[in-house]
C-alpha cells in the first residue's frame, strides 16, 4: 500500500499570504504555490483546501527522500505551538509597533545596566573612602 503524505505551509511573503502545498507519493515530492491575499483564518484554508485541492496544478514530481521518523504527539504540539508564538504580527502597522517596543526595550536594559554599575562604582568607592578614613584614624 501506497503511502501519500501532504502538507500545507502558509507564511507571509510581502504583500502577500501565500500557501505552499506538498505532496509526496511514491517518494517523489511536487509542490504547488498559492497566493492567499489577506491573512487567511484556520476556517478559510481549511475550506480552500477541502474545495480547490483537487484543482491545484502541481510541479512535476522529482525524487525525494522520505524520512520515517516516529515523532512524539506531545513534541510536535510543543514545536508547533513555538511556530504560530514567533509569527509576526497582522498589519505592517502591527509589525512596526513590535519593533519600536523590542527597540525601546533593549534601549532601557542597557540604560538600567549602565545605571546599576554606576551605581555599584560610586558604593564601592565611597567603601574604599571609608575604609582609608578608618585607617588613617581619623
Known sequence: M????????VYFEDPFWV???ERVEDGKLSACKVTFGAEPKDGEVYDFVLRHYSSLRFSPAVEAHVKQDKRNP???QRDVKKQLQNCAAGTKAQ???QLQREQNKQERK???R???LAEQQ???AL?????KQKHRGR
Open 2 to 9: 501506497d503511502k501519500t503524505i501532504s502538507r500545507l505551509t
Open 19 to 21: 500557501g505552499i502545498f
Open 74 to 76: 506531545k513534541r510536535l
Open 95 to 97: 509589525q512596526a509597533l
Open 110 to 112: 542597557t540604560k538600567s
Open 114 to 116: 549602565a545605571e546599576k
Open 122 to 124: 560610586r558604593l564601592f
Open 127 to 131: 567603601k574604599q573612602q571609608k575604609k
